[in-house]
Nanobody
């Protein structure tokens, strides 16, 4: 079992920045690929960013490429999502997830956090 807890969400002005954190615990959590997803009411959960177990490979949704950066610190069992140049369209609940494989599809992720709300005001 892997437990994930997100933090860092809140209210941000358009054009601003925010950093989300995901604390992982449980068995061999550092061996998992990690991803960030987001969801707004009435829409499907959307892939945002992913990172392999070592941190050597990252991948992003086109909508956030160049603005968001995913990283991890395996010594601390932490995953981060640095979000810059935020716009109201980035408003969503953001979820951290763990997978045994590099993936953008949500069904390939085995463990999920409860999410943290990010609201970007115009």
């Amino acid at each position: 079992q892997v437990q994930l807890v997100e933090s860092g969400g809140g209210l941000v002005q358009a054009g601003g920045s925010s950093r989300l954190s995901c604390a992982a615990s449980g068995r061999t959590s550092s061996g998992y690929c990690m991803g960030w997803f987001r969801q707004v009411p009435g829409k499907e959960r959307e892939f945002v960013a992913g990172i392999n177990w070592s941190g050597s490979h990252t991948y992003y949704a086109d909508s956030v490429k160049g603005r968001f950066t995913i990283s991890r610190d395996n010594a601390k069992n932490m995953v981060y999502l640095q979000m810059n140049s935020l716009s109201p369209e980035d408003t969503a609940v953001y979820y951290c997830a763990a997978s045994t494989t590099i993936a953008t599809a949500s069904y390939k992720y085995d463990y999920w956090g409860r999410g943290t709300q990010v609201t970007v005001s115009s």
